[in-house]
């Protein structure tokens, strides 16, 4: 039977999340230089169309399809084109819903998740190439890790590694494959000697006030149902974001005598990316001190970058790959069956298993990118020419600009 509030519930929670992805855009597009808003654009917008289609013909197959292949590491071929996933609900997946809103649901986070890593790649890197390895990263590194969280006996579920919307499906993955990628391309040219401030914060703000928005669909919307659980995992979200707004400002004031609004929307997605995993395990207390506790280390991570030397353009890694990695290990210690009966208890135990999961998600995320990047560079080569990146990528690889003022 299908339970119709439910369903709505799941297929407005959809819509939401799909939505994330053009407000990263904005958030993304505010950061870079002016020459290059639209093709930071475009690089998350696009991401709509080409894993919406990788989704129906394979990758939901990959991640969710009943049998697995070599010792079901990915899954087969039974949802190929989306065979066997029609209006019924399948209890093996969500019961009470169409199998069809399900994998839609689940779309949404894996379209997302790639547009990610396109923050640590900003401003050099040829559309062309982006597409290229978006398609095979997606098929083969999203899928696969998507399988082992969330999918039919996945070893990662099944030891228990905890994620109720994606600390590592998302987050961690897209954060290491982000800063396997920047480090593999190099520097932007001029890096340090030029001007490379945000043009629009404006812009900034508005899209991390949408990613704002969308999460509660990414968070809540991962209950599958309008129960208490989706509560829980609402006012989470909302928690951390506001604690890591105010901690992120906070770190500022301290360091720098002023709060900034860049530092005030990087603080909200922190809280945001942090509270994920950890949504529907934790109370509302525990999420608070998530939200606390974030923003100081991604700041630290985010200063960091210069000190090693690689140039994660839009921090990606900073924010997502760390701030996922702290939500992960948080919800290890923090989770409670009082709130998930489900879930686990937090202790040394369920950390340990927490660990284990972000190693073998940023292990298996640092040489799936490596081999992909390493692939398309040698056939369509993926940085693009000295002359382009100075002219800028929206005129060198769309002939537009974003401004026409």
């Known amino acids: 039977m299908?339970?119709?509030?439910?369903?709505?519930f799941v297929l407005i929670s959809a819509a939401m999340v799909l939505l994330m992805t053009p407000g990263l855009g904005l958030f993304y597009g505010g950061m870079v230089r002016k020459k290059n808003v639209l093709s930071t654009l475009m690089q998350s917008f696009l991401m709509l169309a080409v894993v919406s289609v990788l989704w129906v013909v394979a990758g939901y197959s990959l991640a969710f399809a009943p049998t697995g292949l070599l010792h079901n590491l990915i899954g087969g071929g039974d949802f190929l084109m989306l065979r066997g996933v029609g209006p019924a609900p399948d209890p093996a997946y969500a019961p009470g819903i169409p199998h069809l809103a399900f994998m839609a649901f689940q779309m949404k986070f894996a379209i997302i998740t790639v547009a990610l890593i396109s923050g640590a790649l900003a401003e050099r890197v040829k559309f062309s190439s982006f597409l290229a390895f978006a398609a095979l990263?997606?098929?083969?590194?999203?899928s696969p890790v998507c399988r082992w969280v969330w999918g039919p006996h996945g070893f990662l579920h099944d030891m228990g590694a905890l994620d109720f919307a994606g600390g590592t499906v998302v987050h961690i993955l897209s954060g290491f494959s982000a800063l396997t990628a920047a480090m593999l391309l190099g520097k932007r040219r001029g890096l340090g000697e030029q001007n490379m401030l945000p043009h629009?914060?404006?812009?900034?703000?508005?899209?991390?006030?949408?990613?704002?928005?969308?999460?509660?669909?990414?968070?809540?919307?991962?209950?599958?149902?309008?129960?208490?659980?989706?509560a829980y995992a609402f006012v989470n979200t909302n928690t951390a974001a506001a604690a890591a707004m105010l901690s992120w400002i906070g770190v500022e004031w301290a360091m720098h005598g002023k709060p900034t609004a860049l530092g005030a929307a990087s603080g909200c997605v922190a809280g945001l990316v942090a509270v994920t995993p950890a949504a529907g395990f934790v109370t509302p207390a525990s999420a608070l001190l998530m939200g606390l506790l974030v923003s100081p280390i991604c700041v630290l991570a985010v200063?960091?970058?210069?000190?090693?030397?690689?140039d994660d353009s839009l921090d990606a890694f900073g924010v997502h790959g760390v701030g996922g990695t702290f939500g992960a290990l948080a919800t290890g210690w923090l989770a409670t069956r009082a709130v998930n009966a489900a879930g686990a208890d937090g202790g040394w135990a369920q950390l340990k298993v927490q660990a284990?999961?972000?190693?073998?998600?940023?292990a298996y995320a640092i040489v799936g990118t490596t081999v992909l990047f390493k692939a398309v560079d040698a056939i369509l080569g993926f940085r693009v020419n000295g002359r382009d990146e100075e002219l800028g990528l929206d005129?060198?690889?769309?002939?537009?600009?974003g401004y026409e003022i």
């Not at 969308?214 to 659980?229: M, V």
Request: aromatic content about 16%; hydrophobic content about 50%; overall charge neutral.
């Open 356 to 362: 284990v999961a972000v190693g073998v998600t940023a």
């Open 200 to 230: 629009n914060t404006t812009m900034v703000m508005l899209g991390a006030g949408l990613l704002w928005f969308g999460w509660f669909g990414f968070n809540a919307g991962s209950a599958l149902s309008a129960n208490g659980l989706a």
């Open 2 to 8: 299908i339970d119709t509030g439910n369903t709505a």
């Open 137 to 142: 990263w997606t098929l083969f590194v999203y």
């Open 303 to 310: 200063n960091l970058k210069n000190r090693f030397g690689y």
């Open 395 to 401: 005129l060198s690889q769309h002939s537009e600009a």
